[in-house]
């Protein structure tokens, strides 16, 4: 409970840094943004059984949540969650959805949701990097939470689309903490629109301009350091799977990521869905593990064909 208490401090004191330094019509979108996130929270959807919270490394955000397969597989397939937020806000608190555990644990995958740390007081690049020691930590101690650490696949919406597409087109990441590409099965970005950071931040309008600048830079070797994208040569990740709504963006951002892995010779595949604006982009988080949403059974069939399951 302490940790708990913690967490919540650190986090909300670098949101409130962040949203300081944003202009009020940036703030009065973002607001905007995180309410739409919030939407649904009354639904009911059984929680996942067996939850728990452990910290990957000695921050406070360093953490990240751990639920078993349902079925008790003790070596089921690992599905882990990286949030969305702007690079600067959100955590595996509130920005994963009521429905992603019970619906992969129901299926028989272990489920697990990162928090990684924001910035400005921290860096995309550190952002990456706990994405990578988070797998770390989770494989080093699959025996102790049940799974197989040579099935696993990591998700991510948003800002967290952009960050495991980043782990899965740059080794780097990986390799600082002793895995590689082989140590991931797949990798499902949601509904990001930073795949190429430079031309997001030249086409993507006013919108998310100043946190686009915040998280990346005015470097232009910087940005395309950091854009999946442009680092999506071979090696990368073995599968991909694409989905995303239909926000003008985010459509042009998750193609041009597709070509460049099927360049790289990396199987892709992109799916998209209803949805536009914020209102989509926040729904197709929110709804992913909803038997009635239509990406869910998308994601199944993918998960099923990647863990051969």
């Known amino acids: 409970m302490r940790k708990t208490i913690i967490l919540s401090c650190a986090a909300l004191a670098l949101i409130a840094g962040s949203m300081a330094q944003a202009r009020p019509g940036d703030r009065l979108r973002e607001r905007m943004a995180a309410r739409m996130g919030d939407q649904g929270k009354g639904q009911t959807v059984p929680p996942a059984p067996g939850k728990q919270t452990m910290a990957y490394g000695s921050d406070p955000l360093q953490q990240l949540d751990f639920y078993p397969a349902q079925t008790g597989d003790k070596r089921a397939p ?6 969305g937020g702007g690079w600067k806000r959100g955590s595996k608190d509130n920005a994963d959805g009521s429905w992603k555990a019970p619906h992969y644990t129901a299926a028989g995958y272990a489920y697990a949701s990162i928090n990684y740390r924001l910035v400005p007081a921290n860096t995309v690049e550190d952002e990456a990097s706990d994405v990578a020691a988070s797998l770390r930590y989770l494989i080093d101690n699959a025996a102790r939470l049940g799974f197989d650490p040579s099935r696993i696949i990591i998700m991510g919406h948003s800002a967290g689309a952009h960050l495991v597409a980043l782990v899965g087109t740059d080794e780097q990441y990986l390799r600082k903490v002793g895995l590689s590409f082989a140590s991931i099965d797949g990798v499902l970005p949601i509904d990001g629109a930073a795949y190429d950071v430079p031309r997001q931040i030249k086409e993507g309008g006013n919108f998310m301009h100043d946190t686009y600048l915040q998280a990346f830079g005015e470097d232009p070797e910087r940005q395309k350091a950091l854009s999946p994208t442009l680092q999506a040569r071979a090696p990368n990740a073995p599968d991909f799977l694409i989905i995303h709504v239909m926000r003008k963006d985010g459509v042009a951002q998750a193609k041009e990521l597709q070509a460049a ?10 799916q998209e869905f209803p949805g536009t604006g914020l209102q989509g982009h926040a729904e197709i988080n929110r709804q992913l593990g909803n038997p009635d949403y239509a990406a869910t ?5 993918w998960l099923k064909r990647i863990f051969g399951a």
């Open 261 to 270: 892995l099927i360049r790289g010779g990396t199987k892709t595949d992109r």
């Open 297 to 301: 059974p998308v994601v199944d069939a």
């Open 78 to 83: 690992l599905v882990v969650f990286v949030h």
